[in-house]
């Protein structure tokens, strides 16, 4: 993207180590067989690229931990300095002491690398420990156990601290452990980040594994400089073929323009039977979010905009089942029934995740009382 064309290479990280990313490419190969709703959606469900692990996730899911310097009979190798978790015998470190990292080690006996290993998997260098690594390093390694098991309170404190830290790693840091923050808290959260900041590595190759979660955090901003970068990005992509994380500027441009915004949408690229399903399905995706946490208005003209969209494209009904019941929001019935008594699918697959969608939605129904 960044322009948005760039397209890095996804990770080969596997899915279920770390959040549960509902990555619209994955959503839109899954079928009805995603249709276990989460109710919640966290920054990281619009990343059109899966990011690499930061050094906390490496630092609390690794099997094995390790600092390193350089070996006392050969300096171009790393040898292990102390075990910080697991059992690192017999998995030797295979990667060379690179001469920058060298020669500042020798001039701080105190610093180390810190490397990780997921059991089954090769050495992953984390980052250089310096004493300022090393105090962030502590809290993670003394909180593992707890940050293991999602986003606790315990770890968005550290992340709200770490904003008003002057050290560029750990500044980068932060945007991508907010990347695991769910919306809903995302929005209540306290953010310190400059808007000039994250319009600087909006569109740079380094900055492309998290532009969707800076994108949201522009649109939480609420500042003229993030309205104007969002606004031009949905007008700019109107006649593009395809745009990467098109969901997560369609969801800043809801949150920065309310109404307008939807109903903007709904009048662009919604109204146009020419646009890309996966372009449109990336703007369900914003709608669906926004739709579990609007205001009444809000809702509404969400609620009349998907009802619009389906009538005029009835194959994007399946996009809707997909979306809406990712977040556990079973509003769409009355919507979606006409498709399934007119049998109006071109796959089997695309009958199935819309009737899936109705029943699970008659269920919550009946479960509570029909105030579903």
Known sequence: MGTDKMQPAVSGRRSHER???????????????????????????????????????????????????????????????DVLAGTPAGTPIDQLV??????????????????????GGPWHRVGYVDARFRDL??????????WRTGMTSGRTDFIHALQASDDPIQRTLVIGEL????????????LQI???????????????PYQATRALLLGLSGTPEARAEIAAFIDRVEDWPWANNLGAFAAAYIELEGVA??????????????QPLDKVEQIIMALSVHHALAEPALRDAIGETIHGLVALRPETGVAVARQFSLR????????????????NFSTMGDLLTVSVYLATARQETMRTGGTE
């Open 328 to 343: 556990a929001d079973w509003s769409q019935s009355a919507v979606l029934e006409p498709l399934v008594r007119a049998r």
């Open 98 to 119: 690179d001469t920058a990292t060298r020669t500042r080690l020798e001039r701080n006996p105190d610093d180390a690398v810190l490397f990780a290993r997921i059991e």
């Open 137 to 146: 390093m502590d809290v993670a390694l003394a909180n593992r156990t707890e």
């Open 19 to 81: 959040c549960p990313r509902i990555i619209l490419r994955a959503a839109l190969l899954g079928g009805w067989l995603v249709l276990a709703g989460h109710g919640t959606v966290q920054a990281c469900a619009f990343d059109m690229v899966k990011p690499e692990r930061t050094a906390i996730d490496w630092i609390v899911e690794a099997d094995q931990l390790v600092l390193t310097r350089p070996q006392a009979g050969n300096a171009f190798l790393f040898g292990i300095d």
């Open 261 to 274: 915004g939807v109903e903007h949408l709904a009048r662009g690229m919604l109204s146009d039977p020419t």
């Open 194 to 208: 400059p808007v000039e900041e994250l319009l600087a590595d909006l569109w740079t190759p380094t900055g492309y």
């Open 179 to 190: 990347d695991k923050v769910p919306y809903p808290d995302l929005r209540a959260f306290d």
